[in-house]
């Protein structure tokens, strides 16, 4: 945080935030629940100059649990019709 001009860089585990603006309402996470290491920032904390920067869309779907199965899903999509496309070679089937 710079103090002199009051700006704030916002590390999350997936990169560095673009920007964020005061209807994110960030705020400053006390007690146990700020506990680094518990959840896996340390990484973002030491390194968060050399982190990519990124939208807050695509953090929250890196990080989302709905996000990461719809990337899933479309994996296995694209390695169905990959293998579906070698079969049909192989039969001698045209596309």
Same mark, same amino acid.
């Given at each position: 945080?710079?103090? @002199?001009? #009051? =700006?704030?860089? &916002?590390?999350?585990?997936?990169?560095?935030?673009? +920007? *964020?603006?005061?209807?994110?309402?960030? @705020?400053?996470? #006390?007690?146990? +629940?700020? $506990?680094?290491?518990?959840?896996? %920032?340390? $990484?973002?904390?030491?390194? *968060? /100059?050399?982190?990519?920067?990124? +939208?807050?869309? /695509?953090?929250?779907?890196? #990080? +989302?649990? &709905? @996000?990461?199965?719809?990337? =899933?899903? =479309?994996? =296995?999509?694209? %390695?169905?019709?990959?293998?579906?496309?070698?079969?049909?070679?192989?039969?001698? &089937? #045209?596309?």
């Amino acid at each position: 945080m710079n103090k @002199g001009r #009051s =700006q704030v860089r &916002v590390a999350v585990k997936c990169g560095l935030l673009k +920007s *964020w603006y005061a209807y994110h309402r960030l @705020g400053r996470v #006390s007690g146990k +629940s700020n $506990d680094v290491a518990l959840n896996g %920032l340390t $990484d973002a904390l030491n390194g *968060w /100059e050399s982190m990519k920067v990124i +939208s807050e869309r /695509e953090a929250a779907r890196k #990080s +989302s649990l &709905v @996000g990461v199965k719809e990337r =899933q899903g =479309q994996l =296995q999509h694209k %390695l169905m019709q990959l293998l579906q496309s070698r079969s049909n070679l192989l039969l001698g &089937v #045209s596309p």
